[in-house]
């Protein structure tokens, strides 16, 4: 097939979604927003949001200069580029003063307790691969070993001040984090099949660094932002963001030590993880890449719907739902491993098929290759999680695979990568 028919099928995809009926309230809210100055109402403007961070926290050091210019960058791209309606305006500046005050207060820490610059982190577990391979069960699963520990939501929002683990499981931070990232489900309640959001689960580490204001795949969620896009891939290095997820998780294990267990949907930025993280040990979750494919489009329409009234307006996500894309991003990280650039010694290939079938033995596969000690307490553990979540308790996600034709061409791309990897058609 051509390129033009190529791109007329992934056009077909995208005009064939049909958003969800807004709640009565978000429409309602929207229609009142038309008739105002949004700009003036909810500005997006950075004057705004950097003084109205300093003012809510009384403090006046961002840190590093390194991420205002990307911040600058974005902002801009919200105003100009975005289409924010009314709810989609404040959802994004309440996130954005999030991560604002964020960095405010990791700052102070470092001001009041220099010693957090001394922690290490060492021997981070990384599990990385598409959505729907497995990833998100995995690291609920190691998390569960009390050795262990990840990101929770509330910690990626509120890592100040530092955990104490008298209080870990009951810090009034886990309600307000619910409350904030929950309003994804209030706005838009389809996304609740789609995928979970919660104050006291674990996230990904992109959840950290988009207070550095230079990763672009948790950013993209808060609006079609293209030519920030394409400024921050042409800058060509994704490490000012991990080493500002470093100073966050040192400021987060200061009182409450743990063997981090993280994850990331993110390959492109893998030569970037180890030169962050030169002793990282990466877990590869491998899955026919068409199976997410098959749902990016609604789960993308989803979220840019809950924000503007224009979804898919511009090329932004491209890196979720453009089969070629996405293959070019699976090659480029095949290409590192076969060249060495990603040492087969820091890496673990599994599939999700074995993952299904025995997850304890794919626990223990990991914890052998790493040489990570799995004591009877922590297999115990686990095992327990896995008695107590038999079973989804997510509503399901309903979506068509696509046709044949499209299934068809859409794996051409991905085929270096499944041979490989020795990935399975699903689809």
Known sequence: MSDANQTGEQSARRNSWTPQPRPEWVQRLNEEGACLDLEGVVPLDSQSLRETAMRNTGLSNFGEDGWREPFEVFVKSLQEEAALNMVGRIMTRAELLTWLELRLRVEEEYRLHPEIADEEIKKPLLITGQGR????ALQNL?????????????????PSPPPEPETYHVDPRIEKAHALITRWYRVSPELQAMHEFGGDIPTEGIHLQVSSFQMPTWM??????????????????????LEWEKRVLRVLQWKKPRRWVMKSPVLYNLLDVMKAYPDVCLVWAHRDPLRSLASAVNMVGALFWQRSDEPFRSGALDNAVDENVVAMEFNMATDWVQQGLIPQEQLLNIHYAEFIK???????????????????????????????????KRPSHDYAAGAAEWAKVARKPF?????????????
Request: proline share 7%; no cysteine.
């Open 133 to 136: 391979s497995g990833t998100s």
């Open 142 to 158: 190691l998390s569960a070993d009390p050795d262990n520990g990840t990101l929770m939501t509330w910690e990626a929002f509120y």
């Open 220 to 241: 993209n969620l808060m609006g079609q932002v293209p030519s920030f896009n394409a400024y921050i891939f042409g800058k060509g290095s994704f490490l000012p963001a």
């Open 358 to 392: 025995d997850q304890m033995a794919i626990v223990r596969r990991i914890y052998d290759k790493f040489d990570i000690p799995l004591t009877p307490e922590g297999e115990a553990a686990m095992q327990k999680y896995l008695d107590d979540n038999r079973r989804e």
């Open 415 to 427: 085929q270096r990568y499944q041979d490989y990897f020795s990935v399975p058609n699903e689809i």
